[in-house]
């Protein structure tokens, strides 16, 4: 470009421009040709933008599936490819080991995980799987799985990455339940192996009753109840790096709303050096020591729409480390910090976004519905309060049918703190709606 700067300020005065004037335009020119596209090059792109718009529109589900599986491993992207779907109303599946591919693919009712994002499992395993799915049909068991598949192909440690992230739901066990029979599982699995590399059969063959194979009864599943949904939630996101089944700042919703002036997807069009509030999940934390000795951190934050990084200097982290721990719900004040690896915010303040609720909200109301169960039920709820101290009242409406409500006064003797956790039991019990914020 600076061979060309004399030859274009010549012919710019030839063009009665003058000198400062041509230097200008030409400073101008020079700056553009940084990002700027020749004809043909803007043409092409053009024409590459027209053609994954046409897809987007008219195959919305094909399209989002290869832009999930093209981006797999880029946490960050895929964060808001994943909410992206929520928002066009395309569900995104569990893995499942009867109907996964090894990449995200089209399924019955939305787009289906890829066995290979699973963390732990690899290229291979997935392939060894399919294979032997394609085969020799659908696994009908967990037993069944381990028994047919390669365990030196799927070691210990994927099995329990698959079961974590849901891949076996299909065949209706709980995760629980797998979990603790996953030892006996491998070495049936293992026996099996050793069976036909004797090339010994069953009597029965390998479709005897109950879905036994190689002479093995299908072993009864213990009698447990399923993890919690945090717990569910917390190893689907170790595993795929993703909430999948559900996202636990659903319940915050309103809050998420009330109490931020932006989210991860517009904190692009703030201004650099402006103040911003965002809620969300903590989901790692990199703590450093200064060369003054100091701890600071660099903490990931994730709301529904994707994942910012926030800088923790160390007067704020000596407030508010004990936050910075994963599945921590906060609200971070800081400032807008664009840097050359993207858009980051350096922290002034962060608060558990449930200590801002229980300031915000003045009285906590449970309805209930009059009925059979309606005296067991409000023992249950007691025992929740009990458990969920603090500063906001209670109160109770009696819903009679067929549209009768009974509003009773605060309770003076119990007030609780209005957490997730706390919402979570008392709706676990009453049915989804039932604890409204006032």
């Known amino acids: 470009m600076e061979k060309l700067r004399a030859k274009f300020i010549d012919g710019a005065k030839k063009h009665k421009i003058t000198e400062p004037k041509a230097k200008k335009l030409f400073d101008l020119i020079q700056k553009f040709a940084g990002y700027g596209f020749n004809k043909s090059h803007a043409a092409a792109y053009a024409v590459v933008t027209y053609h994954t718009a046409y897809l987007k529109a008219h195959h919305p589900t094909e399209f989002m599936a290869a832009l999930l599986t093209s981006e797999t491993g880029n946490t960050d992207k895929m964060v808001g490819y994943l909410t992206e779907c929520r928002d066009m109303g395309i569900k995104v599946l569990p893995p499942d080991v009867n109907e996964s591919q090894k990449d995200f693919a089209v399924a019955d009712g939305g787009i289906r995980?890829?066995?290979?994002?699973?963390?732990?499992?690899?290229?291979?395993?997935?392939?060894?799987?399919?294979?032997?799915?394609?085969?020799?049909?659908?696994?009908?068991?967990?037993?069944?799985?381990?028994r047919r598949i390669d365990l030196h192909k799927v070691n210990k440690r994927m099995l329990e990455g698959l079961i974590k992230a849901g891949a076996f739901d299909s065949t209706g066990a709980r995760r629980a339940q797998l979990m603790a029979v996953l030892d006996q599982a491998v070495d049936e699995g293992s026996a099996a192996r050793e069976e036909r590399e004797r090339g010994q059969t069953s009597i029965f063959g390998d479709d005897a009753p109950g879905g036994a194979a190689h002479g093995l009864t299908e072993?009864?599943?213990?009698?447990?109840?399923?993890?919690?949904?945090?717990?569910?939630?917390?190893?689907?996101?170790?595993?795929t790096g993703f909430y999948i089944t559900a996202h636990p700042l659903s319940r915050f919703e309103a809050a998420l709303k009330k109490f931020s002036t932006a989210t991860t997807a517009t904190l692009g069009e703030v201004t650099d050096g402006k103040e911003v509030k965002l809620c969300g999940i903590v989901t790692t934390t990199r703590v450093l020591t200064t060369?003054?000795?100091?701890?600071?951190?660099?903490?990931q934050v994730e709301d529904p729409q994707g994942l910012v990084e926030i800088i923790v200097f160390p007067d704020l982290f000596k407030s508010a480390s004990d936050l910075l721990v994963p599945e921590r719900v906060v609200q971070v004040t800081g400032i807008v910090d664009r840097a050359e690896k993207g858009t980051r915010v350096k922290g002034t303040r962060i608060e558990a976004l449930d200590s801002l609720l229980a300031r915000s909200v003045s009285r906590v109301n449970i309805r209930i519905n009059d009925g059979p169960d309606a005296s067991s039920q409000?023992?249950?709820?007691?025992?929740?309060?009990?458990?969920?101290?603090?500063?906001?009242?209670?109160?109770?409406?009696?819903?009679?049918?067929p549209d009768i409500e009974a509003d009773m006064a605060p309770a003076s003797t119990v007030k609780v703190l209005p957490s997730e956790g706390f919402v979570a039991e008392v709706e676990n019990v009453l049915g989804k709606g039932a604890v409204v914020m006032l």
């Open 291 to 299: 060369k003054k000795g100091d701890r600071m951190a660099y903490v």
């Open 219 to 239: 072993a009864a599943l213990p009698d447990l109840p399923e993890w919690d949904q945090g717990q569910m939630l917390k190893y689907e996101r170790e595993l």
């Open 113 to 146: 995980f890829g066995l290979a994002a699973i963390k732990n499992v690899g290229e291979g395993a997935v392939e060894s799987i399919i294979a032997v799915r394609n085969d020799a049909g659908r696994f009908r068991s967990f037993f069944d799985f381990c």
């Open 378 to 401: 409000l023992g249950q709820v007691e025992r929740i309060l009990r458990r969920h101290p603090g500063p906001t009242a209670i109160s109770f409406t009696l819903c009679l049918p």
